[in-house]
T-cell receptor, first 112, second 113 residues
Framework: KQEVTQIPAALSVPEGENLVLNCSFT??????LQWFRQDPGKGLTSLLL?????REQTSGRLNASLDKSSGRSTLYIAASQPGDSATYLC???????????FGKGTKLTVNP | DAGVIQSPRHEVTEMGQEVTLRCKPI?????LFWYRQTMMRGLELLIY????????DSGMPEDRFSAKMPNASFSTLKIQPSEPRDSAVYFC???????????FGSGTRLTVV
């Protein structure tokens, strides 16, 4: 059974800092991993999708990596801004199914 | 595309009442998921459909919960009777099989008093 863990649960940084959010998963046979952003009271917005054949994906100031052998993924945010403040969730499929298992998220606060 | 559309956005009901949540997936997506989010448990998958057929309902908490997908453009999640512990945000999401890209709706915040 897939289990997804995110550490830390909360992170507060000053504006402009580069930061890394961590995600670990138990089923190394995952075929992809996704990072989402959730603003308070809102739904989830997909940020990056990494297929198992890839090692990383980039979108603007965001870079996500996937290491299946170690069961880890990281989300790197460069030059953080107050607008990046949100909860970031990672999710991986359960076995070979379409069911996504989510971590509990990291709540990021970027202070001006 | 307007994205995944859920209604209502907020629902407040009394314990024992029936609650129906609605979802319209993205046109062309063939898999639909219902999730529940609480502070304690995070996001939990309740049920998912593929091509309108329920594939896995192992996350449905009990018989008070039921879900249907009568056609490719509409799904409902029903709770009857509702209880205070059902209070949560319920999300619907859809995807096209094989693409890996999931789109979530804005959610329905349910409060049972």
């Amino acid at each position: 059974k897939q289990e997804v863990t995110q550490i830390p649960a909360a992170l507060s940084v000053p504006e402009g800092e580069n930061l890394v959010l961590n995600c670990s998963f138990t089923d190394s046979a995952i075929y992809n991993l996704q990072w989402f952003r959730q603003d308070p009271g809102k739904g989830l917005t997909s940020l990056l999708l990494i297929q198992s054949s890839q090692r990383e994906q980039t979108s603007g100031r965001l870079n996500a990596s996937l290491d299946k052998s170690s069961g880890r993924s990281t989300l790197y945010i460069a030059a953080s801004q107050p607008g990046d403040s949100a909860t970031y969730l990672c999710a991986g499929p359960q076995g070979g199914s379409e069911k996504l298992v989510f971590g509990k998220g990291t709540k990021l606060t970027v202070n001006p | 595309d307007a994205g995944v559309i859920q209604s209502p956005r907020h629902e407040v009901t009394e314990m024992g009442q029936e609650v129906t949540l609605r979802c319209k997936p993205i046109s062309g997506h063939n898999s639909l998921f219902w999730y529940r989010q609480t502070m304690m448990r995070g996001l939990e998958l309740l049920i998912y459909f593929n091509n309108n057929v329920p594939i896995d309902d192992s996350g449905m908490p009990e018989d008070r919960f039921s879900a249907k997908m009568p056609n490719a453009s509409f799904s409902t999640l029903k709770i009857q009777p509702s209880e205070p512990r059902d209070s949560a945000v319920y999300f619907c999401a859809s995807t096209l099989t094989g693409t890996g890209g999931y789109t979530f709706g804005s959610g329905t915040r349910l409060t049972v008093v």
